[in-house]
């Protein structure tokens, strides 16, 4: 069958499976665009208000599907507005395909219009990346892009594609859905190394002959679909866990074993487990310095078993007692027939009572408090509904207090930190799955930085309800500056416009301002009354601090629990 450049692209999406794909158009991709209007039928193509609208978009599509998610952008400008929407995916592993336009051939390479090296600027935060100078190769590069993003420890994969590339004709051969998963597997085959049951038997010995296991569970337990081992493991030997921001949702909230988030702005619980456990069972997580805090401080009386699907992380930022390398799920369920059943412990009563001490902060009386709101979102939408936010103060606050229980249900940028993550985000999952509620908790802070895209939710009616935690500051660097700076405001202070409400409203989308929990309840009952776009501008206090903390440099288990007096 003969194709051009552009008809082979729209045949390699529909083999891979892909029904949308979130994009801008551009003069580098015009031959692109042309066949997705051609090929409306079989392709859904989300315009979104600005390149890494759509970046992020295509990343809340993968983490609440398990899906790559598709980007197209133009060159130059239009393949720069993604990188931080790559970059995001490349930290939190999430499968993406990013597609590029570029110059044609011809021009590669001298300083054209619109012309920019995107291949060298992602090198570092993608998988891998192809730039297709032959037209006979673009239908291997997008396969092979695919199955990389896919498998193994997944991740954005970037195809660059010249402009005469997609008009040039050439010959081409569908692949079959048996050989599609044939050549996915031996892709994967080189990231995952042979586990021996020597092995296995080995690290089950370890874990039956630990007093005070503690299991730490991160996004790898998401990716893998792991969260049923996962709460088996834990069951069998009524061990505590600790969630990483990542793992939110790989373990039931309500579970009695669930001690919830680790790290600086962990529970009382996960972070005196860590110091006190003999035994650190990491599952699909990374250490990170959010988790880890003073690494020479972190578990001095644990034993650390890791096990994740990336070589590089073992040993990287926490030495390991013992290792296991390969697909967290696939290991869970060759060692858990070996471990043994554990009873009730004084390390169990330990956990009990470090579940309940909490920063007072967290019960304080308050006009509106932000546990009241994500607790009354909770009661109201259940647990079905998918959780998106920004990064600040009220991320911390939503992996605090709102109760997950499902795998995918909390989308948020953990790695690489992003503000202006969250709304692309929901708009993703709100098109994978247009029959659940998809509530989107944003700062006002990070709101400013893509409220441009209620234009794409209005177009597109997605029942997308917004509630804006709005304190008039960047709260978590207001909070340090509290803290740490002596109370030097510097540059943090929001005193300005918008007004949220009357933006939304100028987009077509239904607005309320909430300043008490009466207010907030009613304005809540209002937006989710029926399935459109709604936004809550919620007024809460300017010096309202997320607590637990670990300050910088001390040990996991040095919190500050209590507000600082002004």
């Given at each position: ?5 552009a ?16 994009g801008?158009?551009?003069g ?7 066949e ?15 390149e890494?609208?759509a ?23 239009g ?34 219009f ?5 291949l ?82 080995e ?38 866990v ?13 579970h ?32 990170s ?57 004084e ?9 309940k ?34 990064v600040?103060?009220?991320q ?15 989308l ?15 708009m ?45 500051t ?46 907030f ?20 206090d300017i010096d ?23």
């Open positions: 069958m003969t194709l051009t450049g008809q082979i692209i729209m045949e390699c999406l529909v083999e891979q499976g892909v029904d949308t794909v979130f801008y158009p551009g580098t991709v015009i031959n692109i665009y042309d997705l209007h051609k090929n409306t039928h079989r392709i859904r193509h989300i315009l979104t208000a600005h890494q609208g970046t992020h978009a295509a990343d809340g599509y993968a983490r609440s599907t398990g899906r790559a998610g598709v980007v197209i952008a133009t060159s130059g400008p393949a720069t507005n993604i990188v931080t929407g790559i970059a995001t995916a490349f930290m939190d592993s999430i499968p993406m395909v990013a597609i590029t336009g570029n110059v044609p051939l011809s021009l590669l390479g001298k300083d054209s619109q012309e920019v090296d995107i060298g600027v992602t090198m570092p935060i993608t998988k891998h990346s192809f730039i297709v100078k032959d037209v006979a190769q673009l239908a291997d590069c997008l396969r092979k892009a695919f199955a990389i993003a896919s498998t193994g420890r997944q991740g954005p994969v970037l195809v660059d594609i010249p402009k005469d590339i997609t008009a040039t004709v050439t010959e081409w051969t569908p692949q079959g859905a048996e050989e599609r998963a044939a050549y996915w597997k031996s892709v994967e085959s080189r990231w995952l190394p042979e586990i021996t049951q020597t092995q296995i038997a690290v089950a010995e370890l874990i039956n002959q630990a007093r005070r296991p503690l299991l730490y569970a991160g996004g790898g337990i998401i990716s893998s679909g792991a969260a049923p081992q996962l709460k088996a493991l834990a069951e069998r030997l009524l061990s505590p600790a969630l990483s921001l990542m793992g939110h949702g790989a373990m039931p909230a309500d009695p074993l669930c001690t919830g988030l680790i790290g600086m702005h962990g529970t009382k619980a996960s972070n005196m487990a860590v110091n006190k456990a003999d035994l650190i069972i990491a599952l699909g997580a990374r250490f310095d959010r988790v880890v805090s003073n690494a020479s401080r972190f578990a001095k009386g644990a034993q650390i078993l890791h096990i994740d699907i990336d070589p590089a992380e073992i040993n990287k930022n926490i030495q390991s007692y013992h290792s296991l390398k390969g697909n967290v799920r696939a290991i869970l369920d060759r060692l858990l027939p070996l471990v043994q059943n554990r009873a009730s412990s390390w169990n009563g330990d956990i009990d009572a470090w579940k001490i909490r920063p007072s902060a967290h019960h304080q009386a308050r006009e509106l408090h932000p546990r009241f709101i994500l607790e009354e979102i909770h009661a109201r939408v259940g647990d079905d509904a998918i959780i998106t936010t920004e600040g103060q009220h911390m606050w939503t992996a605090q207090f709102y109760p997950f229980k499902k795998a995918r249900s909390f948020t940028s953990g790695g690489l930190g992003t503000m202006g993550f969250g709304t692309g985000a929901a993703g999952a709100q098109i994978a799955f247009p029959d659940r509620q998809v509530v989107h908790i944003a700062g006002d802070g990070s709101f400013r930085m893509n409220s441009n895209e209620l234009s794409t939710i209005a177009y597109y009616k997605l029942p997308i309800v917004i509630v804006l935690l709005n304190n008039g960047l709260g978590m660097v207001r909070q340090w500056q509290h803290m740490f700076y002596e109370d030097r405001y510097s540059a943090t202070t929001l005193d300005r416009p918008p007004d949220f409400v009357k933006l939304a409203d100028a987009y077509g989308v239904p607005a309320w301002r909430a300043t008490d929990e009466s207010s309840k009613e304005a809540l009952k209002e937006a989710l009354s029926e399935r459109r776009p709604a936004l809550i501008d919620c007024r809460i309202e601090t997320v607590l637990p903390m670990v300050p910088s440099g001390k040990s996991i288990d040095d919190q500050i629990l209590e507000p600082r007096e002004t």
